[in-house]
């Protein structure tokens, strides 16, 4: 396993569209590592592969249940709404406050290439959307309420 870089905003990688998984080899095998490897040094809950330079369709979340890995995933069912503040790696420093579902279903194939079904609430829900919109080539910039904020300053309540 290694660290591999984040792409940083204004990187052209991260504005395109992923190509699907075909086939798990061994070079899907070690990006997969690489990536959840990085997510964890890098301190975040989700980097999809676009975010370290790989156009292909594989996303991975930790939100405290264990690592989940997402092959091709679609977003089958959504429900609800929630408001909440979010960051990305490729956009350091920065968070903003975002619409997303509440509950969010998709279908994708783990890293066995075994098709599963997940259900996600809350924190987990946003997770999921926002990996899977990188891999359409979009960044929760686009979806901001508002403006962006430093996530250096305290902020008042």
């Not at 977003?75 to 490729?90: H, K, M």
């Not at 987990?124 to 359409?136: Q, S, T, V």
Request: aromatic share 6%; proline share 4%.
């Amino acid at each position: 396993m290694a660290l591999r870089t984040v792409r940083i905003q204004g990187d052209p990688v991260l504005e395109k569209k992923c190509k699907e998984v075909k086939e798990m080899t061994p070079k899907i095998e070690v990006l997969i590592d690489d990536m959840l490897e990085t997510m964890y040094e890098e301190m975040g809950a989700g980097l999809a592969a676009p975010q370290v330079g790989v156009l292909k369709r594989i996303f991975v979340i930790d939100v405290g249940e264990g690592p989940f890995v997402f092959i091709n995933p679609v977003i089958i069912e959504t429900a609800g709404e929630q408001e909440g503040d979010e960051g990305c790696l490729s956009v350091p420093g920065k968070c903003g406050k975002v619409i997303r579902p509440k509950h969010v279903k998709i279908k994708a194939l783990d890293r066995n290439m075994k098709e599963f079904e997940i259900v996600g609430h809350d924190y987990f829900a946003r997770a999921m959307c926002h990996e899977n919109d990188h891999l359409d080539g979009h960044l929760y910039v686009e979806k901001v309420i508002g403006d962006l904020y430093d996530t250096n300053v305290e902020l008042e309540e």
